[in-house]
């Protein structure tokens, strides 16, 4: 099928891309800056892209007359600094899809929105229903599929849930903590839009998608902590001040304030599902709550294509090379970022020294230290350094090295990426990777620290002065050269 993918470049539309390619349909991604998007090398041979603002109906015609599609998404959202704004840009972009709907004989829309069942919306959620009717008016075939939060690593609500759940171990909160919600899993989410694709039961309806959990935030709160292994405690206030809600939550984790306005305002409603007929016409295992956060904790949390297909009966990866999607997280992490430029007849070279690195090659720099680092470990009942390689030579994901795991091993592209299977207060990423273009090779090494509340932080603060020697050190080695950059480094 002919598709076209708007906010391709999202939280969404990130994820559901590939699982179009992969099934085989010619998907054209529309964005508003080029230079914003990044998929995969090997996606970006497969589709077609086209830079265009929905915001600017009067240039569709120049961008779309000649275009013909089966089916379109509408995975775009906008979020004005005020009710006036966010209400103009929505009906305005929304108004513009229909009209390249229509120019380019689209057969069904798809759009992704959140549950507005109550009566007293916020400006948020009243702004998407007003969406929903557009699109319902435009005399095309609709799929309108209706979400709370989405559990998923990357969207705004659950990284909110995480930083102040990771932050803050006492919260005093105002009463919207008590609305409920019914969240639904991001794999859950993927499917749907997937398979609602020419499904003519889906046509001319709107369905409601919630995951098997009816929560409060409060509980969505406790029950994080209680995955992530922390104890909390949350004093509800019999008051909502949303205007300090929003202060609140733009100092305490990593949304702006206009974004913590608009998702407060729409907290102070229920978000359940009041149907749920969408379960007959594309039934599947509905994730729980807690088991969609440990998802989102996965050590390969961003591999969407796998974490997305392997529910399904036709999931393959033989379109796409699987490692390209494996990335590190950045949300919530601490890196220490070090690269240095090699001269390009040594690529290989320095390719295969940190491809061979660990076990009886060692750590080419403070070997004792590191042999301490896994006595000390294996005193806390972790696996220590006495796993070693399973080969001096050859390396494939799977492998263990001492005490981390291989993630990927890509020699095509010279990439290493590395998971720490040592006891820690967090999660740990190593990184070495060269990128090359016609003037210069880098090599660059990152290491990544996902802290498990105030104890990991603590542990990044102390590991610093031997992170600093270590790391610059082991570069100069593995690159064979003396002096070398460091990106800043910060908890991004």
Not at 183 to 191: E, G, H, K, L, T
Not at 420 to 430: F, Q, T
Request: hydrophobic letters at 40%; aromatic letters at 10%.
């Amino acid at each position: 099928m002919r598709i076209l993918l708007t906010g391709a470049n999202g939280y969404i539309g990130m994820r559901l891309l590939p699982v179009l390619v992969e099934s085989g349909h010619e998907v054209t991604c529309v964005v508003r800056d080029i230079h914003r998007f990044k998929p995969s090398p090997d996606l970006l041979e497969k589709i077609e892209i086209i830079e265009f603002d929905f915001l600017h109906p009067e240039y569709a015609v120049q961008h779309f007359n000649k275009k013909q599609f089966d089916v379109a998404y509408y995975l775009i959202h906008s979020l004005g600094d005020t009710s006036t704004t966010l209400k103009e840009y929505e009906l305005r972009a929304a108004g513009c899809f229909v009209l390249v709907a229509n120019l380019t004989h689209v057969k069904q829309i798809i759009y992704l929105s959140g549950i507005s069942n109550e009566k007293n919306l916020s400006k948020h959620l009243l702004a998407r229903k007003m969406v929903k009717e557009v699109l319902m008016n435009s005399q095309i075939a609709y799929t309108i599929l209706e979400a709370g939060i989405i559990v998923g690593s990357g969207s705004i609500s659950f990284e909110i849930i995480r930083d102040l759940t990771e932050k803050i171990p006492i919260m005093i909160v105002p009463k919207w903590l008590n609305s409920k919600c019914q969240p639904v899993a991001i794999r859950n989410v993927i499917n749907y839009l997937h398979r609602c694709l020419m499904n003519e039961k889906t046509f001319f309806r709107t369905f409601e998608i919630g995951g098997p959990d009816v929560l409060t935030y409060k509980q969505m709160l406790l029950d994080f902590a209680a995955v992530r292994g922390y104890k909390r405690y949350i004093i509800t206030l019999p008051v909502l001040f949303p205007g300090l809600s929003a202060h609140w939550i733009n100092l305490s984790t990593s949304a702006n304030f206009i974004i913590a306005k608009q998702l407060v305002q729409s907290m102070k409603n229920d978000v359940i599902c009041k149907e749920n007929s969408i379960r007959e016409i594309i039934p599947q295992e509905l994730i729980s709550y807690k088991d969609a956060i440990k998802m989102a904790f996965a050590r390969i949390e961003q591999n969407m294509v796998v974490s997305s297909w392997t529910d399904s009966a036709s999931s393959s990866l033989r379109y796409l090379d699987v490692n390209q999607h494996i990335e590190v997280p950045v949300k919530g992490c601490f890196k220490d970022k070090r690269w240095v430029e090699i001269d390009k007849s040594k690529v290989e070279e320095v390719a295969s020294r940190f491809f061979g690195i660990g076990g009886e090659q060692g750590w080419y720099y403070a070997d004792k230290l590191w042999r301490l680092r896994g006595m000390m470990d294996k005193m806390m009942g972790g696996v220590g350094l006495s796993r070693g390689r399973r080969s001096k030579v050859d390396i494939e994901p799977g492998d263990t090295i001492d005490f981390w795991r291989v993630i990927l091993a890509d020699h095509k592209n010279y990439r290493l990426l590395l998971y720490a299977e040592m006891k820690l207060p967090g999660e740990a990423w190593l990184e070495f990777a060269i990128v090359e273009n016609e003037n210069r090779s880098i090599l660059k090494q990152t290491a990544t620290f996902r802290p498990k509340g105030i104890m990991g932080r603590n542990y990044w603060y102390v590991m610093l002065p031997f992170h600093y020697f270590i790391f610059r050190n082991m570069l100069k080695r593995i690159a064979g050269v003396k002096k070398i950059k460091r990106s800043k480094k910060k908890e991004e």
